[in-house]
């Protein structure tokens, strides 16, 4: 009874909310424990795990270990075959999905052990579904079609219905699209025979996504509605969010881009909702794609680049990564940076070489032919079951040869597998040689410019400044020595004299700049509140704040960092109209960040033209240089704000 009273409260509800209407019967339940043992104690200690897996994911996994060992010591089967399966759902939950699926095959020898096949079957499903996330999808179709066999073993026309929609997904993930429609279309007959509306959602999402591959737009279209709608009515925030994002789509490839964005952001605030990382870098790309399309270049680099940082950082994204990296090449391409295109075209082609080989391909397709072979095989022994003893002999030797010639099949692919595997190997060492070329050349490009600066500096420090210094003291010699002009002439010469004095000290403001002391003798924190300290505080109130910067970094990324902060600055001054300014600079184990937030006039960021001053084209430029992100978040008469984050390499950080 909880846990379908658990099921119901949990569609929609935030977490914190959910603890506390359930408060009471967590209460009750942990009261029972004292007074419970055995599998009396298994089973509460089962329910605890379940109830907490959505208030408190580290207790309900203590509590599913409790569960697993009480259970082994009395061998009740059956509770530890439930505290597994509870356990592999938390840990998929949390997108550790080779913990989930060990858990999963615990469970599995449990319920073999109890003759429980259609358990068995379910977990199957389970581990087919995490193997289909993780993209090793060969492994997922063999668990899909043993989940399958079992479900019509015993007439379980749901289990059924969702083997075959799982199976439709992995052949659309191979590209075999009328094979997936075919075991869609079967599914969706099950369902709405069965009235099964929270599945037939799925169903419809899936069928319109492998329309919308085959370029079919009406039928897409009219399946994509069928879903949101249903969607909408049983408030299923996953399905929904995947039918808004794949309309988006749809929407997208059939130049519609007005109507495509407010159905992707929909999506993609839902994703945030349900932390779903592989979601949210999908509705990130497709954003990415529709701004690209509608040439607001800008706005596409920034959802982009977001997808791509979101889906390196976390696990099993690389279909959606791969996805990114087309994307940008396409980006690039109209914006006339062939190299950069190029660059990411290369990424793409090597992670789809990494995810789709010639050997899961195989794999995949021989799996696909024993389960329709094993089909028919079963048909014609039900029709032959009176054949003759000679004919049987015949067909099993005709297995044997078929399984001699198997084995020499499988030999071949094994062979070809380690070749493969090899050039695999090979072309990451090549890429990893390039990248690091490309480092040292962007550090070698970074001194040069450092080095000029430095330069440039000392010769205006003791060349030029010198020499105005020097010109100054003549000029005011000569005054002194100059009595009987007329006052016009000696006004004159005072302004001179001035004029002179001024440029001297402009030369030493400038030459300051170039190549500031308090970087050179100090940390990038003392550097950073020098040059704020020079500035007019009647005209900008400046707040700084700065962590983690006492400890010396490598002196170029100081000395590029410094000048980004120095040009956000100046551009502040230049351009914001602000009187307040807030710079927040810290260092973690990622890296350094910074955030320079101005109260001003603000600038629309969509705009192309406003990113063509050399100013904001510096910062982007230096933070590239050091591989690290820039962000502009701008709102007109509502201020600015950069976000600026480079990494450190592994001596330099925390």
């Not at 490839?253 to 993609?268: F, G, H, M, V």
């Not at 402009?506 to 500035?535: C, G, Q, T, Y």
């Not at 109260?599 to 933070?623: E, Q």
Request: aromatic share 8%; glycine share 6%; proline share 2%.
């Amino acid at each position: 009874m909880f846990k379908a009273i658990t099921l119901l409260l949990c569609t929609g509800i935030p977490a914190l909310l959910y603890a506390q209407k359930n408060k009471a019967i967590l209460d009750s339940l942990e009261k029972l424990i004292p007074r419970q043992k055995d599998s009396a104690l298994v089973a509460t200690y089962n329910e605890l795990t379940w109830q907490y897996r959505l208030v408190d994911g580290e207790k309900a996994i203590a509590y599913g270990n409790k569960a697993i060992a009480l259970g082994k010591q009395i061998n009740y089967l059956k509770g530890i075959a439930q505290a597994y399966n509870d356990l592999g759902i938390i840990y998929y939950d949390k997108e550790q999905y080779d913990t989930a699926v060990h858990l999963y095959e615990q469970a599995v020898q449990m319920r073999n052990q109890l003759k429980d096949e259609l358990g068995v079957a379910k977990l199957y499903n389970k581990i087919g579904i995490v193997y289909q996330r993780q993209g090793l999808f060969d492994k997922s179709l063999d668990y899909q079609l043993k989940a399958l066999e079992l479900f019509k073993k015993f007439n379980n026309d749901q289990g059924v219905s969702y083997s075959l929609n799982n199976i439709g997904i992995l052949n659309q993930n191979m590209g075999r699209y009328q094979e997936a429609i075919s075991y869609q279309k079967q599914s969706i007959a099950i369902k709405e025979k069965m009235g099964d509306n929270y599945g037939l959602a799925g169903s419809y999402v899936n069928i319109a996504n492998i329309y919308l591959l085959e370029k079919d737009f009406p039928q897409a279209e009219s399946y994509y509605r069928k879903a949101v709608d249903i969607t909408r009515i049983i408030g299923d925030k996953e399905y929904l969010s995947n039918a808004l994002n794949n309309l988006g789509t749809l929407f997208t490839d059939t130049k519609r881009y007005n109507e495509a964005i407010p159905l992707i952001q929909e999506s993609l605030s839902l994703r945030q909702q349900l932390k779903d990382t592989k979601g949210m870098v999908s509705c990130l790309n497709n954003l990415g794609t529709v701004y690209t399309n509608k040439q607001q270049y800008d706005s596409a680099e920034l959802y982009l680049n977001n997808a791509l940082k979101l889906g390196l950082q976390a696990v099993n994204t690389l279909p959606e990564v791969n996805k990114v990296y087309l994307s940008l090449s396409g980006l690039y391409e109209n914006q006339g940076q062939h190299a950069r295109s190029l660059e990411m075209l290369k990424e793409y082609v090597n992670t789809r070489d990494s995810l789709y080989t010639d050997e899961l391909g195989q794999n995949f397709a021989d799996l696909d032919r024993k389960y329709k072979t094993l089909e028919k095989e079963k048909t014609i022994q039900q029709q032959e079951f009176d054949i003759k003893q000679k004919e049987f002999s015949i067909t099993r030797r005709n297995y044997w040869i078929a399984g001699i010639s198997g084995l020499l099949v499988l030999g071949s692919l094994l062979a070809y597998s380690f070749y493969r595997r090899k050039q695999l190997q090979q072309k990451a060492a090549l890429q990893a040689t390039i990248m690091k070329q490309q480092d040292l050349a962007t550090k070698a490009v970074m001194e040069a410019e450092e080095q000029e600066r430095q330069r440039i500096a000392r010769d205006l420090h003791d060349g030029i400044g010198q020499m105005m210094s020097a010109a100054k003291m003549n000029l005011s010699a000569f005054e002194s020595e100059v009595t009987s002009v007329p006052p016009q002439q000696k006004e004159s010469l005072g302004r001179i004299i001035a004029l002179v004095d001024d440029s001297c000290k402009e030369i030493r403001s400038v030459s300051h700049n170039m190549m500031p002391n308090a970087l050179l003798k100090n940390s990038l924190a003392a550097a950073i509140r020098d040059f704020i300290d020079k500035l007019d505080k009647k005209a900008l109130q400046v707040h700084l704040y700065t962590e983690g910067l006492d400890k010396r970094i490598d002196a170029n990324v100081e000395a590029v960092f410094y000048r980004v902060i120095q040009e956000c600055v100046n551009n502040v001054i230049k351009h914001s109209g602000a009187n307040t300014l807030d710079i927040s600079v810290m260092r973690d184990g990622d890296g350094i960040s910074a955030t320079i937030e101005d109260n001003g006039k603000g600038f629309d960021t969509n705009n192309k033209a406003n990113f063509d001053g050399i100013g904001l084209k510096n910062i982007i430029t230096r933070v590239q240089f050091l591989k690290g992100t820039v962000d502009f978040d701008a709102t007109p008469d509502k201020g600015t704000l950069v976000a600026i984050h480079v990494p450190l390499n592994e001596t330099d950080k925390l």
